[in-house]
Each structure stands twice: as C-alpha cells, then as structure tokens.
C-alpha cells in the first residue's frame, strides 16, 4: 500500500466553482502535512501546511482527518492560475517526507 | 534568504559525459534532498542528507553519486548516465529530516535542473 494517495484527476471545473482535493496516508504516526502546488515545468512550491485544528488561508482551506487520516484541500471561488497539480506531502516523526501522486486542477473559463 | 538555489538550469550530456548539479541553500536548514521527477510523476526521492551526512540512499544506480560539502551545498554527481535517466532533478532542503519544529516547516524546492541525455 503506498503511503500517500490521491486522485490524479484531471479535475476540470468552472471560474468561480469550489472544488476539494482529498489525500489519504497509511501511517498513523504521521505528524506534518502539507498541500504543495505545482505548475507545468516548474518546482513545487509550498501552498499551506495543514493544521490539527484546520486552517484557511485566503480561497484555501486545509482540513486533516486523523481518525480516517485523509487530509483535504478546499479551493473556493476558483481563478484561472489556480490550475495547476496539487500534491500532497506527509511526513512522520524520524522518516522522509512521502509525496501523493498529485491532483490535476484546471479550471476553465 | 528564503531559497534553494540550484545550477544549472538546463543540462545536455551525452552518456559517456561527466557533469555535475549543484544546490545552495542559506536558511540554515539541517537537511537537504535530491528529487528526480519525470513529467507527470511526482517527485521521486533519491538521496537525503542529514547534518551532512548521507542518511537516505533509495537505491540509486551508481552512476549518481551525491556529495554535500558543507551545510549550505549539496552537489550530484553525474557519470555514464543513460537517455531514461533524462528527467527534472530537484534539489530540497528542510528545517529538518525528522520533521520537528513548527508544523509549517516543509521543504523548499530549487527550481530544478533539466537534464537530457543522448
């Protein structure tokens, strides 16, 4: 079973829609989790870290499940740059950080 | 200094060639990484490095051999690499590899190399 799983999409939705990413991981002990985004041939960059308690950030919302350890991306009212992959990222105590697949975003005029 | 700094950008070698990536970072960070990603992949972990010292090998071919220098740099050096070897590589680096510190210290990706082979 891979640590970190997401669906890969492509998910393609309208200006202005809401759309959520979910991303499962098999470690009970992990403890950091963070949602990256990445666009066409460029580096992922870091788009929040994903709190106990749930945290927004703007059009973002980032929840974490414990008991069914998925974590969530919540993208409200979506623009035209948010298109883009969406990873996942875990890491527990004392072991590397595991990527999801990412989730393909576009979002269509 | 909030980057990875990596050089070069893009890179042609042929398969007998010898070159090597480089990585910099000044944010004090105690880890550092070197990714492989192929298009449409995720990254793909191959070393880690831990207050310098190699700490992770996911089973990587000899042909790449890392190095880091001192805390701030981290080098890949590459030899008789072959053409599916071509990919972006990234280079990261960490406040730490076993993830203590404040939740929100992820890691900071250089804008990665472009390696093709021939």
């Known amino acids: 079973r891979k640590e970190v799983e997401q669906d890969p999409g492509p998910f393609n939705v309208p200006e202005g829609a809401t759309v959520a990413f979910n991303c499962t991981y098999s470690n009970s002990a992990s403890q950091s989790f963070f949602w990256y985004r990445q666009d066409c041939r460029k580096e992922p960059k870091l788009l929040m870290s994903?709190?106990?308690s749930g945290n927004e950030d703007g059009r973002f919302t980032a929840q974490l499940n414990r008991a069914s350890q998925y974590i969530s991306l919540l993208i409200r009212d979506s623009k035209l740059s948010d298109s883009a992959t969406y990873l996942c990222?875990?890491?527990?105590?004392?072991?590397?950080?595991?990527f999801g697949t990412g989730t393909s975003l576009t979002v269509i005029p | 200094d909030t980057e990875v700094t990596q050089t070069p950008k893009h890179l042609v070698m042929g398969m007998t060639n010898k070159k090597s990536l480089k990585c910099e970072q000044h944010?004090?960070?105690?880890?550092m990484y070197w990714y492989k990603q192929k298009a449409k992949k995720p990254p793909e972990l191959m070393f880690v490095y831990s207050y310098e010292k190699l700490s992770i090998n996911e089973s990587v071919p000899s042909r790449f051999s890392p190095e880091c220098p001192n805390s701030s740099l981290l080098n890949l050096h590459l030899h008789a690499l072959q053409p599916e070897d071509s990919a972006l590589y990234l280079c990261?680096?960490?406040?730490?590899?076993?993830?203590?510190?404040?939740?929100?210290?992820?890691?900071?990706f250089g804008s990665g190399t472009r390696l093709t082979v021939v």
């Open positions: 990261a680096s960490s406040h730490d590899v076993v993830g203590q510190g404040p939740p929100d210290y992820g890691y900071t």
């Open positions: 990222v875990v890491n527990a105590l004392g072991s590397q950080f595991y």
């Open positions: 944010m004090g960070h105690r880890a």
């Open positions: 994903v709190y106990s």
